[in-house]
């Protein structure tokens, strides 16, 4: 029965991964899944599924296509438009289901659908981790450890042995040397770990729909991201002419007004990461989002200085994410294009709407660095 009952999950859980990969850009550009994680799982509507039920008349109904009506009428008024005068009810309506999936689900159903390619770490990690594995079975050890099949095994094979064996009385008593227990082994191995520093531009340009879709587009980034390494810690930088590190809340309900200077925002950056990530240790991307509109050309080309000389050379890959605003010129983005774009190291992403989250996603995460 519980095998039964394993394979319907199996298949169900199948039904919803198919679901949600039909719907997952809708879900990505929406933001449906925003409010709703918890500490491993997220929620996700899935209102295309219908739950089979049986309906029963009522007992003077008669059989099975008797009755009144012409063959092809609606059942039970199904079907049937209201004319929109009815009372208010009290009962009910119908709700969307809702699934809950792990965070690694999530990432791999992305992964699939965007066919995103795993990451290929720096190979410096100096990090270390212990693991215990099992790797045997010896006659001593604690009782927690007790490996009941082998235990068992032992002591019949001795009363079978000794022939103390009843077949019609089948108890088998283990003794001291019939006790078998589990062995391990503690191994060390390297850990891949990432830190993601954002960066964006909270000036009086970037809106509250502009800061939505960063929001929307950074918790794909960290879900892919976490799938790919055991350790991921995150930053978060706000900038206007003055940069500032903030927690996640602040960085995206903070607006201010005034002019932009992105080089603070970069010297913050390497300022952190030079304090707290080495670099022969971690897997480093600095992800910036503005609207393109920067101080004067002067500061440009001192971001694009700091760019070569302190952030690229430690970095897996540098991104920046030009969300389109109706005040901003869309000027930083050519300008990092024209003195940064063979670099293979250099992502750069127009994201005009919401719409273009998805495609945004791949652009930054799609080379597997």
């Not at 009506?69 to 609606?74: A, I, L, N, Q, T």
């Not at 019609?168 to 589990?182: A, S, V």
């Not at 007004?257 to 990530?277: N, R, V």
């Not at 994201?351 to 273009?356: K, T």
Request: aromatic residues 8%; contains cysteine.
């Amino acid at each position: 029965m519980s095998l039964r009952i394993d394979q319907d999950h199996g298949r169900f859980k199948q039904i919803v991964r198919g679901k949600i990969r039909q719907n997952l850009k809708k879900y990505i550009s929406h933001g449906e899944l925003m409010g709703k994680q918890g500490k491993d799982v997220v929620s996700i509507p899935v209102p295309q599924i219908d739950i089979p039920r049986f309906r029963y008349s009522d007992k003077q109904g008669g059989g099975v296509g008797q009755g009144d009506g012409d063959e092809g009428d609606p059942l039970g008024g199904e079907g049937q438009e209201g004319d929109g005068k009815g009372k208010a009810g009290q009962n009910e309506g119908q709700h969307a289901l809702e699934t809950e999936v792990t965070l690694d689900e999530l990432a791999e159903i992305l992964g699939e659908e965007l066919q995103l390619p795993n990451i290929l770490d720096k190979g410096k990690s100096k990090i270390v981790d212990q693991k215990d594995r099992y790797v045997g079975v010896r006659r001593v050890g604690p009782n927690s450890l007790r490996h009941f099949k082998r235990t068992y095994k032992q002591a019949l094979r001795r009363q079978i042995s000794t022939g103390t064996y009843d077949p019609k009385n089948p108890i088998i008593i283990p003794t001291r040397d019939d006790m078998r227990y589990r062995s391990w082994k503690t191994e060390e191995e390297p850990i891949a770990n990432a830190v993601i520093v954002y960066m964006m531009d909270v000036s009086g340009s970037m809106g509250d729909e502009q800061k939505e879709i960063v929001r929307i587009e950074s918790f794909w980034i960290d879900t892919w991201l976490r799938k790919q390494y055991k350790g991921l810690e995150t930053r978060f930088i706000i900038h206007d002419a003055v940069a500032r590190e903030v927690d996640r809340d602040t960085f995206f309900k903070t607006r201010e007004s005034g002019g932009t200077m992105i080089s603070s925002a970069y010297k913050l950056c390497h300022q952190i990461l030079e304090a707290d990530y080495p670099a022969a240790e971690w897997n480093i991307y600095p992800f910036h989002f503005s609207d393109g509109d920067n101080w004067s050309v002067d500061d440009t080309l001192q971001c694009i200085e700091l760019l070569k000389t302190k952030l690229l050379p430690i970095s897996n890959m540098f991104c920046y994410g030009q969300v389109e605003s109706p005040y901003g010129s869309g000027q930083f983005i050519k300008d990092v294009r024209e003195h940064l774009g063979k670099d293979e190291r250099v992502v750069t992403s127009e994201i005009r709407d919401r719409d273009a989250i998805v495609g945004s996603i791949k652009d930054f995460l799609g080379k597997g660095k």
